[in-house]
């Protein structure tokens, strides 16, 4: 079961979305993926699906965020970046008292990063058709299913319009953060789409871009499924994370379709 659209405005002066095929060197996505909006809308309320072993855990119910389309209002344009960027997994002066040099832990690396970047997120909320009131899954009427549902949109909601978050939103890299977000609320039934000012309406009828295939999401799945039964990776301990089939991002009229919504249902676009 999923909610109505839930629309969030987000811009910031730059972005890094990046590419896996560069190992060291960092290159952008030319246009925002659908994991990293995923990422944004967590930031501001996450509540994640337990995992197999649900008796351990006290049974509780989460959801899943579903991105359904990503507007383009500015694309923005790469810009690159020499960064100097430390390079150790743990800090060396924790049990050291005579301290440590940085520069030596100290590498440069380059980055292509876009500049001037604002993008629409629309999204649903998805929950477990046999999720009951309190979150105990023990197939409760469908009456309080709904009940989880509207708590958790109305809980975004809330947070959305008065700036809360649990951790700064950020555009793929931590510190390239979301400077500023809104919430749209006013959708016109009469075109099927948000009410936006007379000139962003007509700055995204202008992007009808191609922007190639991109990253859209990790399969979780196999995650999960590797968890139950143990079966874990022999090279870094952990289950096995996969991704996802990956995205043609071709905008129309501004909005890249990632998913769609058909009985009830969301499919992939």
């Avoid at 072993?53 to 579903?66: S, Y």
């Avoid at 009951?132 to 549902?149: A, D, I, S």
């Avoid at 905008?251 to 992939?268: D, E, L, M, S």
Wanted: hydrophobic share 40%.
């Amino acid at each position: 079961m999923i909610t109505e659209p839930i629309c969030l405005r987000v811009k910031g002066p730059f972005a890094c979305f990046t590419m896996p095929e560069f190992h060291v060197e960092r290159v952008s996505y030319p246009v925002i993926t659908p994991s990293a909006a995923r990422g944004i809308l967590e930031a501001i309320l996450m509540k994640p699906v337990e995992k197999p072993d649900a008796a351990e855990r006290q049974n509780k119910a989460g959801f899943r965020w579903q991105i359904l389309r990503l507007g383009v209002i500015r694309k923005g344009f790469l810009v690159p970046l020499l960064r100097n960027e430390l390079g150790y997994e743990s800090h060396p002066a924790y049990g050291n008292a005579r301290g440590f040099d940085i520069v030596d832990k100290r590498a440069q690396r380059h980055s292509l990063v876009l500049k001037d970047v604002d993008y629409l997120i629309e999204a649903s909320i998805e929950i477990e058709d046999d999720i009951g009131l309190g979150g105990v899954r023990n197939r409760q009427p469908r009456w309080k299913t709904v009940q989880v549902l509207a708590k958790y949109h109305q809980m975004f909601l809330r947070r959305a319009r008065s700036g809360q978050c649990f951790y700064q939103p950020f555009f793929g890299c931590r510190e390239f953060s979301v400077a500023e977000w809104e919430l749209l609320e006013d959708f016109d039934k009469d075109t099927d789409d948000w009410r936006l000012p007379a000139d962003t309406r007509e700055q995204m009828r202008g992007v009808n871009d191609h922007f190639g295939f991109t990253f859209r999401d990790f399969d979780f799945g196999r995650f999960w499924s590797d968890l139950d039964k143990r079966t874990l990776n022999p090279e870094t301990g952990m289950p096995r994370l996969t991704a996802a089939s990956s995205l043609c991002a071709k905008a129309n009229a501004g909005w890249i379709t990632v998913n769609r919504i058909q009985n009830g249902k969301v499919v992939a676009g």
